[in-house]
Nanobody
Framework: QVQLVESGGGLVQPGGSLKLSCAAE????????MNWYRQAPGKEREWVAN????????YYRDSVKDRFAISRDNFLNTLYLQMNDLKPEDTAVYYC?????WGRGTQVTVSS
């Protein structure tokens, strides 16, 4: 079964850190670039970060540059998002994606 399963979300105080994971099953993970997206309440889903197949290139939306780091392990078929210096505006459901494959998301809440 082709699927992506996110985990690692939670409640964190401003300035804190979280590391999200996304486990891929049922397709050749190593052959595809991967993305993280997020959707805040009442807002459209927005792209957060991208990583190429071999991790040669990573791209970020401006608001998370220097705070978030995307990475992948092609042996474990897992995508990661290390999030540091979290801000209340980072509160959202975070999704991993490639092509038309989406996970169900993991909730990240940044609040004191």
């Amino acid at each position: 079964q082709v699927q992506l399963v996110e985990s690692g979300g939670g409640l964190v105080q401003p300035g804190g850190s979280l590391k999200l994971s996304c486990a891929a099953e049922g397709f050749a993970f190593r052959n595809f670039p991967m993305n993280w997206y997020r959707q805040a309440p009442g807002k459209e889903r927005e792209w957060v970060a991208n990583i190429t197949e071999t991790s040669r290139w990573m791209y970020y939306r401006d608001s998370v540059k220097d705070r978030f780091a995307i990475s992948r392990d092609n042996f474990l078929n897992t995508l990661y998002l290390q999030m540091n210096d979290l801000k209340p505006e980072d509160t959202a459901v975070y999704y991993c994606n490639t092509l038309n494959i989406w996970g169900r998301g993991t909730q990240v809440t940044v609040s004191s």
